[in-house]
């Protein structure tokens, strides 16, 4: 089935700092993903879409200065949270398609990012 | 942001039961999923649902997606320890510039006494 590989899967980083997160599709072509972000017993919250070549389109309330996107390729999205603060400690999730439209979401593993 | 509603929030039976669970929607989907998240980890597919009166097993779950395209229901029987977990509803809005966003539900978190 199709894979969703997500590093780091924790990264504990201090105030003012970035962070990069990878994610990739391992044995799929994914001109689509989304990063999302998961506060403790909370749902899963879609931040961004991720797009192949072009520039990420973004949920409203979140920072598009703040959580860089970059798709690079066609299994690649990294998000960077750029001078991270405590209250950007979340569990972010990564999730992509196969090129085949009719195809369900696969998940990533997730990052545990935890700002001191 | 938008949200399904899921119900009902926590769970707690025994083992062998059977369990129900469910999300509405204001909104119609062209899609309906369920996940199972476990601690620290990412969800995990369950069960898709393409279309409206669709019914659909996966072992010992069946979910389907409502007439209406606004509601579904997930039915696992027998419940066993492994089970455990929290279990998501997930709707795929319709409309080109919506394709492949989801919509999440509260979470349904299940607890199994053996």
């Known amino acids: 089935g199709a894979v969703v590989s997500q590093h780091p899967s924790r990264v504990i980083c201090k105030s003012g700092t970035s962070v990069k997160i990878e994610c990739r599709s391992l044995?799929?072509?994914?001109?689509?993903m989304f990063w999302y972000r998961q506060f403790p017993k909370q749902s899963l919250m879609l931040m961004a879409t991720?797009?192949?070549?072009?520039?990420?389109?973004?949920e409203q309330g979140v920072e598009k200065d703040k959580f860089l996107i970059n798709h690079a390729s066609l299994t690649l999205s990294t998000l960077t949270v750029t001078s991270a603060h405590p209250e950007d400690s979340s569990f972010y999730i990564c999730?992509?398609?196969?090129?085949?439209?009719?195809?369900?979401?696969?998940f990533g593993n997730g990052t545990r990012l935890t700002v001191t | 942001g938008q949200q399904l509603n899921q119900s009902p929030q926590s769970m707690f039976i025994q083992e062998g039961e059977d369990v129900s669970m469910n999300c509405t929607s204001s909104?119609?989907?062209?899609?309906w999923l369920w996940y199972k998240q476990e601690p620290g980890e990412g969800p995990v597919l369950l069960i898709a649902?393409?279309?409206?009166?669709e019914l659909t097993s996966n072992g010992r779950l069946t979910a389907q997606f409502g007439i209406t395209r606004k509601d579904s229901f997930l039915n696992i029987s027998a419940s066993i320890p492994s089970d455990v977990g929290i279990y998501f509803c997930?709707?795929?809005?319709?409309?080109?510039?919506?394709?492949?966003?989801?919509?999440f539900g509260q979470g349904t978190t299940l607890q199994v006494k053996p």
């Open positions: 999730s992509a398609r196969d090129r085949g439209m009719g195809s369900p979401l696969h």
């Open positions: 044995d799929f072509q994914a001109t689509t």
């Open positions: 991720s797009n192949e070549g072009s520039k990420a389109t973004y």
């Open positions: 909104s119609i989907f062209n899609t």
């Open positions: 649902l393409y279309k409206a009166g």
């Open positions: 997930a709707g795929q809005l319709t409309g080109s510039s919506n394709t492949g966003k989801l919509i």
